[in-house]
C-alpha cells in the first residue's frame, strides 16, 4: 500500500491565481480529510467526507475555498483566488471504519506558498 | 465542542533521561485519546490510543501515555529519550464520531 498521496508536494503561486491541490486516500477507506497546518493556528481541520460525501466544511475558511471528492480514490482542494494568508501545508489524511477505525493516516502534505 | 491542550510548545531532555510531553483535554463523554508524531517535511505518524479498557497504553518507539480522567489528562512518556525522538508531537481527541481535534503540538528536543 502506498499510503495517502498527495500532490503537488510544493506549490508556489502568486496572489489572485487558483491552487488545485490532489490527494489520493488509501483504498477501502471511506472517511477523508483535510487539514491545513501553520505555525500560528496550528493543525486545522477544513473538511471532511465520509463515503464520498461532505460530511462538515464548517472549518473551511471562506468561499474562496471549496472541496470535492467525485469518487473514492480521489479528492480536490481548491482556492481561488488565493491570497498569502493562505501559504501553509495542508495535509490529507484517510481512514476505516474497521478494526483501523481510530487511526488516520496522513500524506506528506501539500506545501503551499503564495507571493 | 471538544479540545485538547498542550500547555508546553517546547520541551528539552538529555538523552537517556525520562521524558514527559503533558496534555489536557475537554470532550463530553468518554474520549477517544491519539498521540501522533511529525518529523520535518512529512506528514502525521500515529503513535498510540486510548479507547477504552487499561488507563496504561503502549505505543510505538516504547513511548507510553496513560489516561486519567480525574485530571483529563493524557500525558506521553517514554523511560529514557532518544536523540532520533526528537520531533513535534501532537495530541487529539474525538468523541466515538469524527473528526479528529488536535492541539497545538509541543515540540520535543532531545539533546545528546
Known amino acids: 500500500d502506498a499510503g495517502v498521496i498527495q500532490s503537488p508536494r510544493h506549490e508556489v503561486t502568486e496572489m489572485g491565481q487558483e491552487v488545485t491541490l490532489r490527494c489520493k486516500p488509501i483504498?477501502?477507506?471511506?472517511?477523508l480529510f483535510w487539514y491545513r497546518q501553520t505555525m500560528m493556528r496550528g493543525l486545522e481541520l477544513l473538511i471532511y467526507?465520509?463515503?464520498?460525501?461532505?460530511?462538515?466544511d464548517s472549518g473551511m475558511p471562506e468561499d474562496r475555498f471549496s472541496a470535492k471528492m467525485p469518487n473514492a480514490s480521489f479528492s480536490t482542494l481548491k482556492i481561488q483566488p488565493s491570497e498569502p494568508r493562505d501559504s501553509a501545508v495542508y495535509f490529507c489524511?484517510?481512514?476505516?471504519?474497521?478494526?483501523?477505525?481510530?487511526?488516520?493516516?496522513f500524506g506528506a502534505g501539500s506545501r503551499l506558498t503564495v507571493l | 465542542a471538544q479540545s485538547v491542550a498542550q500547555p508546553e510548545d517546547q520541551v528539552n531532555v538529555a538523552e537517556g533521561n525520562p521524558l514527559t510531553v503533558k496534555c489536557t483535554y475537554s470532550?463530553?463523554?468518554?474520549?477517544?485519546l491519539f498521540w501522533y508524531v511529525q518529523y520535518p517535511n512529512r506528514g502525521l505518524q500515529f503513535l498510540l490510543k486510548?479507547?477504552?479498557?487499561?488507563?496504561l497504553v503502549k505505543g510505538s518507539y516504547g513511548f507510553e501515555a496513560e489516561f486519567n480522567k480525574s485530571q483529563t489528562s493524557f500525558h506521553l512518556k517514554k523511560p529514557s529519550a532518544l536523540v532520533s525522538d526528537s520531533a513535534l508531537y501532537f495530541c487529539?481527541?474525538?468523541?466515538?464520531?469524527?473528526?479528529?481535534?488536535f492541539g497545538k503540538g509541543t515540540r520535543l528536543s532531545v539533546i545528546a
Open positions: 486510548y479507547i477504552t479498557g487499561d488507563n
Open positions: 467526507f465520509n463515503n464520498n460525501v461532505p460530511i462538515d
Open positions: 489524511a484517510s481512514r476505516t471504519r474497521g478494526t483501523g477505525a481510530n487511526v488516520l493516516t
Open positions: 487529539a481527541v474525538r468523541r466515538p464520531t469524527p473528526p479528529l481535534v
Open positions: 483504498s477501502g477507506h471511506d472517511y
Open positions: 470532550v463530553s463523554g468518554n474520549p477517544y
